[in-house]
């Protein structure tokens, strides 16, 4: 088994971001990381992945000290980022070859549930749950132990959501995930662990109650009640 861990972290821009920040995510594992706008997840990931420095801290894989450098050339981490970066004019069939040399790859790609249908269109002409499909079954094939995932159900229609949903399950089983969404409620149905990005550090979560309590959720439909839950406020809703 690997560990990644990040160890002891700070980041500050204009304000204070990550403050004394401790995480480990071991191979087998999915680890949901939510919070509030601006708290500092795209932030924490691009540390993990080595893309931006932290002020102070490391990463560490199992007992060995990771640099940006070795992170790349080892192939130990895969980063699906916030924003699409594959580009526009070229065909899926066409782009699978740029990620993949490897025939098994790109045959597991290339008839992987659903990319029959749009496998000759050109990126540009992909709807947006396609799209991050896509990007995630590129990236997440990729052989990298570790793999951290921005947003990957932003804006998402729910069959892809399914579709995206099965292959982390499926990735699950030889690698570490890494999750930061709003779309909590999808996180929920792949993580093994939670987390609350709040004041600079992390708060582990078990449950919607728990995001509620933490402030991250104003309310939630409470499973066995048929209630809206509030911190203060219980508002009854028709059972129909
Ligand atoms: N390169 C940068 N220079 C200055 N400030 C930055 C930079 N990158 C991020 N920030 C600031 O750091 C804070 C955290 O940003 P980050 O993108 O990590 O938040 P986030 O939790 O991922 O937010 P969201 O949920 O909106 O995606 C924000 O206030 C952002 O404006």
Request: glycine letters at 6%.
């Amino acid at each position: 088994m690997r560990i990644l861990h990040a160890r002891n972290i700070h980041k500050s821009y204009a304000d204070n971001i990550l403050n004394d920040l401790n995480f480990q995510c071991k191979t087998g594992e999915v680890i949901g990381i939510f919070g509030r706008n601006g708290t500092g997840k795209s932030t924490f990931l691009k540390i993990l992945f080595g893309k931006i420095k932290p002020d102070q801290g490391s990463i560490h894989l199992n007992d060995r000290e990771l640099t940006s450098s070795s992170i790349i050339s080892e192939k130990l981490i895969a980063y699906l980022p916030q924003d699409s970066f594959l580009p526009k004019n070229t065909t899926v069939q066409d782009i699978i070859p740029f990620f993949h040399s490897d025939g098994e790859a790109q045959d597991r790609i290339f008839y992987a549930k659903g990319v029959g249908n749009f496998a000759s269109r050109k990126i540009k002409e992909l709807a947006i749950g396609q799209l991050r499909y896509l990007e995630l079954l590129l990236v997440g094939n990729l052989d990298h132990p570790f793999l951290l995932l921005d947003e990957p159900f932003f804006m998402v229609e729910p069959l892809y959501k399914e579709y995206i949903i099965e292959l982390i399950k499926e990735l699950k089983a030889r690698k570490g995930i890494v999750i930061t969404d709003h779309y909590y409620q999808d996180v929920l149905k792949v993580v093994s662990k939670n987390f609350l990005l709040k004041n600079g550090n992390l708060v582990s979560i078990s449950s919607e109650a728990d995001l509620l309590a933490e402030g991250y959720l104003k309310t939630y439909k409470h499973p066995d009640f048929l209630y809206f839950a509030d911190l203060n406020v219980k508002e009854e809703v028709s059972s129909k």
